[in-house]
């Protein structure tokens, strides 16, 4: 091996000891597992919008449940028990850097980004309900429809692009479309 691969190889493993870096790996890890899944889920079954809609409601709740102080002493236990625990550092070096008990630190930390994203998943989704017209073009649906009409998924597309729209002939379309047996 040349120096310089050897170089990058002591960085890499400088940096898998390092708390804080180990600290936020384990933080977005125990969420990005489960908004990968979520997110992955609103990409392929758009036009169901209600069923997304579920989903984020419920990601939204795990990532509420995981803003805890027992889901942050996980996190900073199973990161203490990889990399050297910052507590056990010298307190004169640990004054010289931070002020604050470094556990506090790693807890606000940790409660703010949880904040940020419980914050920031509901304004990337605020147009979710608007967007509930899809489900009229959701061939997984018209057997149902067929049954009941979708009023409120009607509603929404008459609401957004009403003006381009005669309602009745509309309806009477989509009735149409739902009742034709080659579509099923």
Do not use: W
């Not at 758009?46 to 942050?72: N, Q, T, W």
């Not at 028990?81 to 470094?102: N, V, W, Y």
């Amino acid at each position: 091996m040349d120096d310089d691969t050897l170089d990058c190889a002591k960085g890499f493993v400088r940096k898998l000891e390092d708390f804080e870096f180990v600290f936020l790996l384990y933080t977005y890890e125990q969420i990005f597992s489960e908004t990968d899944v979520v997110f992955d889920i609103v990409q392929q079954r758009a036009m169901d919008v209600l069923y997304c809609k579920k989903r984020i409601e419920s990601l939204l709740a795990f990532v509420k449940e995981k803003r805890s102080e027992g889901a942050f002493q996980a996190v900073y236990a199973k990161t203490a028990d990889l990399t050297s625990d910052p507590q056990d550092e010298p307190m004169r070096k640990r004054r010289l850097t931070q002020l604050q008990d470094p556990q506090e630190r790693y807890r606000n930390l940790y409660m703010a980004i949880l904040d940020n994203i419980l914050e920031q998943i509901p304004r990337r989704f605020s147009n979710l309900e608007s967007m509930l017209f899809l489900e009229l073009a959701n061939p997984e649906k018209f057997d149902d429809m067929r049954q009941v009409f979708p009023e409120e998924a009607f509603q929404s597309v008459l609401k957004s692009y009403g003006h381009h729209f005669d309602s009745g002939r509309l309806r009477s379309e989509l009735q149409v479309l739902y009742s034709d047996q080659d579509l099923q």
